[in-house]
């Protein structure tokens, strides 16, 4: 649980305030001049910029405070999709559009639905980015609805998106979020979905938690609900996945300063979800925190927990080469293992949740789809 926003707080949130113009100015005019030299468009990477300016003045706290909860935003996104749906432009909104919510076990978390879970086929389980400190945005529910729910109306095929509300660090620490994923898959397989009509995946931080459950369904961690597939689920996708608390890549060297992410700010984060003193503590107490630095051998089962797996990276981000040995482990290791792997040229972190915030179908919501409608098409021949 977020504490309490008091009278400090909230004068120390004012000064912050004031000096958040002048930082996003700087901000902003070095990525308009790193972009116009690298020759990338400008507009994403002067909204990179003011991410980062956002992360860098204000801390979790802040952010928290600032923003609306997760179920907050899924609520008022939906009533507003249905309000311009009125207008008869959007297809298939109403039969597919309706707060839905079911709490977990925990009373902590809950599944968000997107789309009819009563009438789907396919089932895409979620697990938002924002660094575990930051709640749902706008820009999800977009890029969900666009990518997901969409290419399931073009493949005919019903497509529900089930997006998890987790509890946010540093209130919650690791391993709170793997064992809420673990209990939301968990909890999808007691329904009654066969693993092969379930997709999982996530952004940034839900890329992360993406990969700690696939770790734990291989070597289950002690805190969380155990997972048994009965088969392989139909699909797995990290977009900007972090992957490893290593910040000494060439790629943050190269990126740190055009990127909305930078070493120093991934450093803040670790302490948020790992606690200030999680370097003094024993190694395997964060064991499944990072799919890269897990000692146990897990890699090579990822061919018994999916057949098909999409991975995209900005060339221009700090994660990109931690991305990119992922995926030489994962096909050195797994010959057999659909992996589509999308470096993505002209694109820096998360450019996917910047096309959701523009609500248009990007360069990124397009491959995504692509690679989705793909999947659904797969698995309607194999079946």
């Known amino acids: 649980m977020s504490k309490p926003f008091s009278r400090n707080d909230q004068l120390r949130l004012a000064f912050r305030f004031c000096r958040a113009p002048v930082q996003i100015l700087a901000y902003v005019l070095r990525g308009i001049t790193l972009a116009s030299v690298r020759r990338l468009p400008l507009r994403p990477y002067i909204l990179c910029a003011v991410a980062k300016t956002l992360q860098d003045v204000f801390d979790a706290h802040d952010i928290q405070y600032l923003c609306n909860p997760t179920k907050q935003v899924y609520e008022t996104w939906i009533k507003e999709k249905l309000f311009l749906a009125k207008d008869g432009g959007h297809q298939g909104v109403n039969e597919r559009l309706k707060c839905d919510i079911e709490p977990l076990t925990d009373g902590h978390s809950s599944i968000l639905w997107l789309g009819d879970r009563t009438t789907a086929k396919k089932i895409v389980l979620f697990f938002h980015g924002g660094g575990y400190t930051t709640p749902l945005l706008n820009g999800y529910m977009e890029w969900m609805w666009r990518a997901h729910i969409m290419a399931g109306i073009d493949a005919e095929i019903d497509v529900a998106v089930a997006i998890l509300e987790y509890s946010l660090s540093p209130g919650a620490q690791y391993p709170t979020q793997l064992c809420q994923a673990a209990a939301a898959l968990e909890h999808l397989l007691r329904c009654g979905i066969s693993p092969e009509n379930i997709i999982i995946g996530g952004d940034s931080a839900g890329g992360n938690l993406t990969g700690q459950l696939l770790c734990h369904i291989v070597q289950p961690h002690p805190e969380a609900i155990p997972v048994k597939l009965a088969k392989p689920l139909a699909g797995v996708f990290l977009v900007s996945p972090w992957l490893t608390k290593r910040t000494n890549h060439t790629s943050f060297a190269e990126n740190g300063s055009i990127d909305m992410l930078s070493a120093s700010l991934v450093n803040l984060v670790l302490q948020d ?20 630095d897990m000692s146990e051998p897990w890699i090579e089962s990822l061919n018994t927990i999916t057949k098909n797996m999409y991975l995209s990276v900005g060339y221009h981000e700090v994660f990109r080469d931690q991305c990119v040995s992922f995926v030489e482990e994962v096909r050195e290791r797994n010959p057999n293992l659909e992996l589509y792997f999308d470096l993505q040229e002209q694109m820096a972190h998360d450019f996917i949740l910047l096309e959701g915030e523009d609500k248009r179908d990007g360069e990124c919501i397009k491959a995504m789809k692509k690679w989705m409608k793909g999947v659904l098409l797969a698995g309607a021949e194999a079946n």
């Open 273 to 292: 979800l790992l606690g200030l003193d999680w370097a003094k503590q024993a190694k395997d107490s964060f064991s499944h925190a990072f799919p890269l």
